[in-house]
């Protein structure tokens, strides 16, 4: 794992060998909402949409569906956890089912089930669920598959801290005076570790707050990885490893080739995500067999962007033209397949009768490239380039910069303050700039002044 700080940017990114499969994006001094837990009170009924609208102490007031049969009045005060963030024209949603995430399980305080990750055992499901249930009174779990390499007081542990934490939540909320936040999500990049780190090798931080936070978390944790979390303070072995330059711009591009020529293209609009699948033959022709081995190839890198870009919301993947119901059903199969223990977040719902593949996955943010791009200036909000802070980022993490001593970088001159801020943020002083306006937005060059 790589956590690299640049400007007011963290990128955490995880890698299997040297390809990076997953990337999240943490920007600083901005308070983190999305599984921050506040307390609210319920300001409006939402009238024709089964929810009512909470104060929890944000700009706008926020949306909380209401399920299995819960109803709130106008003044209710209501601890709730905020799901997804808020946009442009609406704002944020919330679920009354607060889930604290542990090492070995997810404690549900207000839930009912003792539910099982998928990659258990059925014998390691019983076993667990047994001893989880001794524990439990009136609240629910999932055990995580990570629970199978615990032993049962390891995990009556986790199910007390967890309780005991709840607890603390409930206090401050019967002291609060007005809505507020109650407990603030943690940082994306120790969310990867609590989420892979039964996975990881070593975790790599180029700042030595990074590493503090880092080590801190794993303290309590899992002391184990604290000897593996190193810092490197010039991290351009790192980032020419791993070529974060070339991750950043598949990242940001929409085209994705595919090794047999073909290749897929992904838009997102407001509404949703379009995924279109191409042959790459010329003349637009292609049977059956041909069109399955494009379309399984195509199945296998939708899940790996969706899993590193983190799309979400209503994805529409137009597969090239098939015939036989049990081809469209060994492509669905290969998509589920590639998208592993991420497959429980998704819903497929077929095939329409246009032949495009409707799916649903779990939304809470914007996807990670929406995060690092901005408006393009010369198509009227059109399209989208680089924003100054990942444009920056990746100038900063660039091995040329450390190489010379004086620097020369040329950039197109609507680029060069706010890069420069960011640059400078990263404590780079020995700058001077070539500026033209064929320069391309998103495009740079490093040499020595």
């Known amino acids: 794992m790589l956590i690299f700080s640049g400007g007011d940017i963290v990128l955490s990114l995880l890698a299997d060998n040297v390809q990076v499969y997953k990337v999240r994006v943490d920007f600083k001094g901005v308070e983190r909402l999305v599984g921050s837990i506040f307390l609210g009170k319920v300001k409006k009924l939402a009238k024709g949409m089964d929810g009512v609208f909470v104060d929890v102490g944000l700009k706008?007031?926020?949306?909380?569906?209401?399920?299995?049969?819960?109803?709130?009045?106008?003044?209710?005060?209501?601890?709730?956890?905020?799901?997804?963030?808020?946009?442009?024209?609406?704002?944020?949603?919330?679920?009354?089912?607060?889930?604290?995430?542990?090492?070995?399980?997810?404690?549900?305080?207000?839930?009912?089930?003792?539910?099982?990750?998928?990659?258990?055992?059925?014998?390691?499901?019983?076993?667990?669920?047994?001893?989880?249930?001794?524990?439990?009174?009136?609240?629910?779990?999932?055990?995580?598959?990570?629970?199978?390499?615990?032993?049962?007081?390891?995990?009556?542990?986790?199910?007390?801290?967890?309780?005991?934490?709840?607890?603390?939540?409930?206090?401050?909320?019967?002291?609060?005076?007005?809505?507020?936040?109650?407990?603030?999500?943690?940082?994306?990049?120790?969310?990867?570790?609590q989420e892979h780190w039964h996975e990881l090798e070593q975790i790599v931080c180029d700042s030595p707050e990074l590493w503090n936070?880092?080590?801190?978390?794993?303290?309590?944790?899992?002391?184990?990885?604290?000897?593996?979390?190193?810092?490197?303070?010039?991290p351009s072995a790192y980032t020419t490893l791993y070529n974060i330059h070339h991750v950043i711009n598949r990242l940001m591009s929409k085209t994705v080739w595919l090794k047999s020529g073909g290749f897929i293209v992904i838009e997102e609009t407001e509404a949703f995500v379009v995924i279109d699948v191409n042959s790459g033959d010329p003349t637009g022709s292609c049977h059956e067999e041909n069109a399955l081995k494009t379309n399984l190839e195509a199945a296998k890198e939708i899940a790996r962007q969706i899993i590193l870009r983190d799309l979400?919301?209503?994805?529409?993947?137009?597969?090239?033209?098939?015939?036989?119901?049990?081809?469209?059903?060994?492509?669905?199969?290969?998509?589920?397949?590639?998208?592993?223990?991420?497959?429980?977040?998704?819903?497929?719902?077929?095939?329409?009768?246009?032949?495009?593949?409707?799916?649903?996955?779990?939304?809470?943010?914007?996807?990670?490239?929406?995060?690092?791009?901005?408006?393009?200036?010369?198509?009227?909000?059109?399209?989208?380039?680089?924003?100054?802070?990942?444009?920056?980022?990746e100038i900063g993490k660039d091995p040329r910069m450390r190489r010379y001593k004086n620097i020369k970088l040329e950039l197109n001159p609507k680029r060069k303050e706010d890069v420069e801020k960011?640059?400078?943020?990263?404590?780079?002083?020995?700058?001077?700039?070539?500026?033209?306006?064929?320069?391309?937005?998103?495009?740079?060059?490093?040499?020595?002044?």
């Open 60 to 193: 706008r007031d926020a949306y909380l569906p209401l399920k299995d049969g819960k109803s709130y009045k106008v003044g209710d005060k209501v601890i709730v956890q905020l799901a997804r963030e808020g946009e442009e024209y609406r704002g944020a949603k919330l679920t009354d089912k607060v889930k604290l995430v542990g090492k070995y399980l997810v404690y549900f305080p207000e839930g009912k089930d003792i539910k099982c990750s998928l990659k258990l055992k059925e014998e390691d499901k019983n076993t667990l669920s047994l001893i989880v249930g001794e524990v439990l009174k009136d609240e629910g779990v999932i055990i995580r598959s990570t629970a199978a390499r615990a032993s049962p007081e390891e995990i009556k542990e986790e199910v007390e801290r967890l309780k005991s934490l709840w607890h603390d939540i409930q206090k401050k909320a019967r002291l609060a005076k007005k809505p507020k936040m109650l407990l603030e999500a943690p940082p994306n990049y120790i969310k990867l570790i």
């Open 213 to 234: 936070d880092a080590v801190s978390f794993l303290e309590s944790f899992e002391p184990g990885l604290m000897g593996r979390t190193i810092y490197a303070k010039d």
């Open 312 to 393: 979400g919301g209503i994805i529409l993947v137009d597969f090239i033209d098939m015939k036989k119901s049990e081809n469209k059903k060994l492509v669905v199969d290969k998509l589920m397949e590639a998208l592993g223990e991420e497959a429980c977040h998704v819903k497929v719902y077929g095939f329409t009768k246009l032949g495009i593949l409707e799916m649903v996955r779990k939304k809470t943010s914007k996807s990670v490239p929406r995060m690092l791009s901005e408006p393009c200036p010369f198509c009227s909000g059109k399209g989208y380039i680089k924003s100054a802070s990942i444009l920056g980022f």
């Open 422 to 449: 960011v640059l400078r943020k990263m404590g780079f002083t020995n700058l001077t700039f070539e500026t033209s306006e064929d320069t391309g937005m998103d495009v740079y060059n490093i040499s020595n002044a």
